[in-house]
């Protein structure tokens, strides 16, 4: 039985003469130590890695990015001072996590997945090795599917609720905070851990009264949903994010428990920005992971609160051993 869930069951060999060109946007060359050394065991709670030339990517996927391995991953992560990852499958790998796997297995008990299945496919043995590999989640990237409407929204929660149900994993949702007020309701009624992407996918220039921000901290209070810190540059439009600072703040206070933060390294693009060329390599973008380990220092300035959305909260929602 394959470790991974794609259509045909099976991994797929590289492309015959399939060349991706390296772009030097992985490297930490742009990136700054954080001001204040991270205390140890932090974890970064959302990268990706890119091997197309050992692991082709899905046919069907909305862009092609370069590659971003182990290697660079690990000397990423040595620049910023985490000790921790979880691996979030891809979209341009779609339902294959082969990549998943294997670097799970190179990286061994310091990295935990997430995982995409087709829920409608994928059978309880294969989630067995899932976990024994590592996998604590799956991931439904409603974002990048384009779905906004409620009805599929909640239809894919239900299905992904089948799967997580028996290792007792958590739902991961990347999707605008729109859709998540809506499916509000469904989400806290379920009895499994939530890990919302991207600040919950709030947008800091329409203001701390944006429709969905308060149900998005109700989300917090009922106690089995968690907000990710990440990818700053996906919430707001300011060069320096200040404008999520009061965003950041208000989710502090509501559940200082109930927060994690990660990179979103190698920082792929904006589906705003894809023309459908997947022959066109799409570049990472240029982030300074340092800068955005200083705000959050900024945002949660109590050492206790600090340590928690590095460390202690990471290490309970992801089963990582001490």
């Not at 970064?44 to 660079?72: K, N, Q």
């Not at 891809?90 to 299945?117: E, F, K």
Request: proline residues 8%.
């Amino acid at each position: 039985m394959p470790l991974i869930s794609s259509p045909s069951g099976t991994s797929r060999p590289p492309r015959e003469g399939s060349t991706f060109h390296k772009p030097p946007n992985p490297t930490p060359n742009h990136i700054h130590a954080p001001r204040v050394t991270l205390p140890a065991r932090s974890c970064d709670c959302h990268v990706h890695v890119f091997d197309p030339a050992r692991f082709p990517y899905a046919d069907e996927r909305s862009y092609t990015p370069g590659p971003a391995g182990i290697t660079d991953l690990e000397a990423f992560e040595r620049q910023i001072g985490t000790d921790r990852v979880v691996l979030v499958q891809p979209s341009s790998y779609g339902t294959d996590n082969s990549c998943l796997i294997d670097a799970l297995r190179r990286l061994g008990r310091r990295a935990r997945g997430v995982a995409v299945v087709d829920p409608l496919c994928v059978v309880p043995a294969q989630i067995d090795m899932l976990h024994a590999a590592g996998v604590r989640a799956i991931r439904l990237n409603l974002e990048v599917k384009g779905v906004h409407d409620a009805e599929r929204g909640k239809a894919a929660i239900a299905d992904a609720l089948d799967v997580v149900a028996g290792p007792e994993w958590a739902i991961q949702i990347h999707a605008d905070l729109g859709l998540i007020q809506h499916m509000a309701g469904t989400i806290s009624q379920a009895r499994v851990p939530f890990i919302l992407d991207h600040f919950g996918g709030l947008k800091a220039e329409k203001g701390l009264g944006q429709s969905g921000f308060e149900a998005l901290l109700d989300l917090l209070r009922n106690g089995n949903v968690y907000v990710k810190l990440s990818a700053p540059y996906r919430a707001s439009r300011l060069a320096s994010y200040a404008d999520l600072a009061p965003f950041a703040r208000r989710l502090i206070e509501t559940a200082p428990d109930r927060l994690i933060w990660a990179s979103d390294w190698p920082h792929t693009g904006s589906s705003s920005q894809r023309n459908g060329d997947l022959s066109r390599i799409e570049p990472f973008r240029q982030v300074d992971a340092g800068a955005a380990l200083d705000l959050l220092r900024d945002w949660a300035p109590d050492e206790a609160v600090h340590r928690n959305i590095l460390v202690e909260t990471p290490a309970r929602l992801y089963d990582f051993a001490d």
